[in-house]
């Protein structure tokens, strides 16, 4: 079985990082606005833990867009469903135990048929 792959943004390097496993550093809002942070997460890499955005937290859903680029839950993506002649463009997210595509029609989860293409 692959080991999964997450992303995070970090603020302090200003740049993505990625690594095997994250937490919620769960910091109080008290914090949070004394120091003008957002919630923060702990993601692991391979060198050493680095602190994240936790809105950037994203997993590694096993494809890769049109482009070769790896696709991470949270990120927004243009996709076609060439078996169904459905088109349209969602936030890749994690619902019912399976990575699928929400936007304001619905879910998509037949990743077998999509052409996608991160946007």
């Not at 391979?46 to 049109?66: F, H, N, R, T, W």
């Not at 463009?89 to 996608?116: H, Q």
């Amino acid at each position: 079985m692959k080991q999964p792959k997450f992303r995070g943004y970090s603020t302090g390097t200003k740049s993505w990082h990625y690594g095997f496993g994250w937490y919620d550093c769960e910091l109080t809002k008290e914090f949070l606005e004394e120091k003008g942070l957002e919630p923060q997460a702990m993601l692991y890499t391979d060198a050493s833990p680095i602190q994240c955005e936790l809105s950037s937290m994203g997993q590694y859903i096993g494809i890769d867009d049109v482009n070769g680029n790896e696709v991470y839950a949270g990120q927004k993506v243009k996709f076609e469903d060439v078996r169904h002649g459905i088109s349209g463009e969602g936030i890749v997210d994690i619902s019912d135990a399976s990575f699928c595509i929400v936007n304001d029609i619905g879910k998509y989860y037949r990743w077998i048929d999509y052409v996608v293409e991160i946007i």
